[in-house]
């Protein structure tokens, strides 16, 4: 269990990446941490402009990294300091990942001040499909609710 | 603009990926592809598994093959046709690169039946941080707030 002192520490690492690396010319102001027994296992910062890749948030490159090091999809026993509040992209990694916590210091709030689109998404994905700005379109089909079941009898598969 | 049949037939190229690569073992039972002017130019499938990266959703690896294509952050013309309505980290993702439209088959309850989580994930987006299961703890700073204001003050800086 970490101390609010551990936390503060940790999360001024991030903080100093989220600085250097936008001065650098990487990308937005936003960098993060992985921490498992107290050893950092991985650093990610913001990356989408400089390498194309709108998935490239901090936190995301973060995981990337971290599960290529320890060789598994999950990061059960982990904590992540992320100088910002996760985007919703970056909450699902987040989850799908499994991590123990999540440390941040700026908020959505702040994010949405220097013009970033968080709290749009947030308010997007709470919204019914026919009210989104981007058209989603269901096309129910038969095919693809037999690949679910092809997974369901499948028994070499790897749940995750 | 797409008819029914043209969204039909491009819905399907992506269901027969999510079988093909879910039977080749690269993950789970989901496909996507994105297209652009009538053209394919990305297609991904689900290898969370099989490259150890929780962010490896079928919708993710397209968008980001995608963008490298293009060479650019951004699929503003582009629809993306995905066999499973995306969860939310794969929407978030599809915000960030503004795409167009989004056509889908399964629905994240036909997820959901089949094991995978994304319901609960968009339930957790939704919940206050005190009563997520993932602890949030947020630890304001104000060396975090003063690299957001060197962020607006930047001049050089790329917006996205």
């Known amino acids: 269990m970490q101390t609010r002192e ?3 520490k940790f999360l001024q690492i991030a903080i100093d990446l989220s600085l250097n690396k936008m001065n650098e010319g990487h990308g937005g ?3 993060a941490i992985i921490v498992c027994d107290e050893e950092i296992i991985a650093e990610g ?3 989408v402009t400089s390498t194309n890749d709108p998935t490239a948030h901090a936190e995301m490159v973060a995981i990337r990294k ?3 090091k320890v060789k598994h999809f999950e990061l059960k ?6 100088s910002c509040e996760p985007c919703p992209m970056c909450l699902g990694g987040i989850y799908w990942a499994r ?3 999540v ?3 700026n908020t959505r709030e702040d994010a949405k001040n220097i013009g970033f689109d968080d709290g749009h998404i947030y308010d997007e ?3 019914p499909h026919s009210k989104r700005k981007i058209e989603f379109c269901h096309c129910p089909s038969t095919n693809a609710l037999n690949v679910f079941n092809e997974w369901t009898k499948k028994n070499d598969k790897i749940d995750y």
């Open 66 to 68: 971290a599960c290529n």
């Open 45 to 47: 910062w913001n990356q």
């Open 125 to 127: 994905i709470a919204s």
């Open 103 to 105: 440390v941040y210091a």
């Open 6 to 8: 551990q936390d503060e």
């Open 77 to 82: 026993d982990c904590v992540i300091y992320t």
């Open 29 to 31: 102001p936003f960098g």
């Open 99 to 101: 991590f123990k916590r």
